[in-house]
């Protein structure tokens, strides 16, 4: 009896839980009933879900960064290593771009460490 199976029996297996359309096209599994919903709904509850969808998706998006900016942050003054300096100015070009408003400048102002006279 073979304790592992051979890596083509591994692929077919892996794909045995994916579908094909009529056409060829690789389905994912519970594609159909997607599908199905999607033929239910409206165009303006479509719009409406996908809006929430993304509204959800660039609220955690966002938290998120923060979170890696304050990590990064708290490493930095602890380690002052390079590399938590990178995921801190990794982390505020993130926070830059998603909001133009933000400024690292202000941020250092607030809670970084007093300017030298």
């Given at each position: 009896?073979?304790?592992?199976a051979s890596k083509?029996?591994?692929?077919?297996?892996?794909?045995?839980?994916?579908?094909?359309?009529a056409t060829?096209t690789?389905?994912l599994?519970g594609?159909?009933?997607?599908?199905?919903?999607?033929?239910r709904?409206?165009e303006?509850?479509?719009?409406?879900?996908?809006r929430?969808?993304?509204?959800?998706?660039?609220?955690?998006?966002?938290?998120h960064?923060w979170?890696?900016?304050?990590?990064?942050y708290?490493d930095w003054?602890?380690?002052?290593a390079r590399d938590a300096?990178r995921r801190?100015a990794r982390?505020a070009r993130?926070?830059?771009?998603?909001?133009?408003?933000f400024?690292l400048?202000?941020f250092?102002?607030?809670?970084?460490?007093?300017r030298?006279a």
């Amino acid at each position: 009896m073979e304790l592992h199976a051979s890596k083509d029996a591994r692929r077919r297996h892996a794909l045995d839980d994916f579908h094909y359309s009529a056409t060829g096209t690789l389905l994912l599994p519970g594609f159909d009933a997607a599908r199905s919903l999607a033929r239910r709904l409206s165009e303006g509850e479509v719009f409406h879900i996908e809006r929430q969808a993304q509204e959800r998706f660039e609220d955690e998006h966002r938290r998120h960064t923060w979170n890696a900016l304050l990590d990064g942050y708290v490493d930095w003054q602890k380690t002052h290593a390079r590399d938590a300096r990178r995921r801190l100015a990794r982390a505020a070009r993130e926070l830059k771009r998603i909001d133009p408003s933000f400024s690292l400048k202000v941020f250092r102002e607030k809670w970084g460490p007093p300017r030298r006279a």
